[in-house]
């Protein structure tokens, strides 16, 4: 296949068909099957382990997530917080940090549904799919970290804009076609788990309002007799 | 999933197939780039019209020199014609240290509109392509100072681009280095006097409108400066004579270490922090429960 094709179907093509699925479709089925929308949680089948996987992965995802949408969004604050090396650092150390503490609690969220027979039990392909696509997105982005630094930097010089060029339906992929394979990967797949989000289980992220960050503490039990 | 839901959800999934490639065909469509873009975007960096050869001959009057067929042949595919053992074509190549003009895409279907466009320019007294004035007076240590600082990042760039520390390394950039966003190319210790940056004002004319792919893209609509590139230019040639190499794989391991070590810092947080939550709150919650469950 002609190269300049490829790139026009990997950095043009997909991502608009990602996009466009990931709005209908959270749409349709929000309208269709509103109480789907639903994290799901398995706490209920098993909560020793339950903890150890799901708390760091949570928390690592938010913050690299909050950490993208800043750069997508403000890149001149990631720029300009970046204009001395020592601050260049503690947010290239931050962001590794959040980075493994996702990748530790996916591995266990994965490993907590491999052995758990009755967790095994109620999760789905789409499941496996899902868990499949985000570790790889998550190994490919802490590698990229360690392998193509400073990412906070570059991703605000180059990646932003064509980003934006895909939003503005002006794409120019010049800014990506010449990027490190590692880095290609994690784009292309980024915009694969965006249009597979609707999906799965991941629109509980869109249900609004989400106190889970702030909520209560809050009991799920089995009812009466302890099972 | 019953079988009206299904063929709504065929006809949902039909429709964003259709919306999307149409956006992408719409969106994708190449925008025109003027010839003279073409030739500011592709060929400046090495080439002037009227201003002095850079890494490359100066194309004043070339048309003049060589004819039209054979000089779209050499854009096509220099190291084809050079290697063929072409008389003219090694002579080019040899004043240029010998360094290939590499083959760049499009030049093929705008061939003759470059050289339109060289012609035209050639025939004015200051074309538009005659290169960065680059002065000749001996850098200071002042001009060192501000290329580092430059380089860092401490003094930022007047168009907003990013600092060279975001993908460079250099043999004074501090603990953890500089970035590698393409590994090859992150030590720029030595890049001054390598072929292609052979004087200052081949260097600086490169730094001005740099032609490698992922810094065109990043300094298209950030561009340095003469001051800048001033800065610059005597910050890499004094680099240049007494620098070594930065040792990427020390600083990796210490970024890494960094990196687990705030993981490790962050889990030990969490169970400190959910600790009452989960052992204090919950547990005898359940627990007292079960017990009235009897």
């Known amino acids: 296949m002609d190269k300049s094709f490829f790139d026009q179907f990997l950095f043009v093509i997909l991502p608009y068909l990602s996009l466009f699925t990931f ?10 099957q509103s109480f789907s929308y639903s994290s799901l949680s398995s706490q209920f089948l098993e909560n020793e382990h339950h903890f150890w996987a799901v708390v760091p992965f949570h928390y690592g995802v938010l913050v ?6 800043v750069a997508i969004f ?65 190994v490919s982005g802490v590698a990229m970290a360690l392998l193509h630094p400073w990412g906070s930097s570059w991703f605000a010089s180059n990646l932003t804009p064509y980003l934006w060029s895909i939003f503005k339906l ?5 800014y990506v076609t010449s990027m490190p394979a590692l880095v290609k990967f994690h784009i292309v797949l980024a915009f694969l788990t965006v249009g597979f989000f609707p999906f799965t289980r991941l629109v509980h992220i869109l249900v609004i309002p989400n106190p889970y960050l702030w909520r209560k503490p809050q009991v799920v039990r089995w009812y009466g007799k302890k099972q | 999933m019953s079988p ?18 149409l956006v992408a065909v719409v969106a994708g469509e190449a925008v025109a780039q003027d010839t003279a873009d073409y030739f500011r975007a592709n060929c400046k960096a090495c080439h002037t019209i009227g201003g002095g050869p850079l890494s490359g001959p100066d194309l004043k009057d070339v048309t003049e020199r060589k004819d039209r067929e ?22 080019i190549w040899k004043d240029s240290r010998e360094v290939y003009m590499p083959a760049l895409p499009g030049v093929a279907e705008r061939g003759e509109e470059l050289l339109n466009l060289i012609e035209a320019e050639s025939k004015l007294e200051q074309s538009q392509f005659k290169g960065l004035p680059v002065s000749d007076r001996p850098f200071t240590d002042e001009d060192r ?47 001054f006097g390598q072929p292609e940056h052979r004087d200052r004002k081949a260097f600086s004319n490169w730094l001005a409108d740099p032609p490698s792919p992922n810094m065109k893209a990043a300094f298209r609509d950030h561009r340095l400066t003469a001051d800048e590139v001033h800065a610059l230019v005597a910050y890499f040639e004094d680099a240049s004579k007494r620098g070594t190499a930065a040792q990427p794989v020390v600083a990796r391991i210490a970024f890494l270490l960094s990196g687990l070590a705030g993981a490790v810092v962050l889990i030990f947080s969490f169970d400190a922090i959910w600790k009452r939550r989960f052992h204090a709150v919950r547990r005898p919650l359940v627990d007292a429960n079960a017990t009235r469950g009897h």
């Open chain 1, 23 to 32: 709005f209908l479709m959270t749409v349709y089925r929000y309208r269709a």
């Open chain 1, 64 to 69: 690299i997530t909050v950490g993208h949408l």
């Open chain 1, 74 to 138: 403000i890149p001149r604050s990631i720029l300009l917080w970046n204009s001395h090396p020592l601050r260049l650092y503690i947010l290239e150390i931050s962001a590794l940090a959040f980075g493994l503490l996702t990748l530790i609690g996916l591995v266990g969220i994965v490993i907590r549904r491999a052995t758990t027979t009755r967790i095994r039990k109620v999760t789905s392909p789409t499941d496996w799919i899902l868990f499949a696509m985000l570790l790889a997105l998550v």
């Open chain 1, 170 to 174: 002006n794409p120019d992929i010049t």
């Open chain 2, 4 to 21: 009206p839901l299904f063929r709504r959800c065929e006809a949902a999934a039909t429709l964003t197939l259709v919306v999307s490639l």
């Open chain 2, 70 to 91: 054979w000089l779209i042949r050499f854009m096509r595919d220099p190291k084809a014609v050079i290697d063929s053992g072409d008389e003219y074509a090694q002579k």
């Open chain 2, 145 to 191: 100072k501000k290329g580092r600082q430059i380089f860092l990042g401490t003094q930022r760039l007047e168009a907003g681009g990013a600092a060279c520390i975001s993908c460079h390394s250099m043999h004074d950039t501090p603990t953890l280095g500089g970035g590698r966003l393409v590994p090859e190319k992150s030590d720029l210790t030595q890049v």
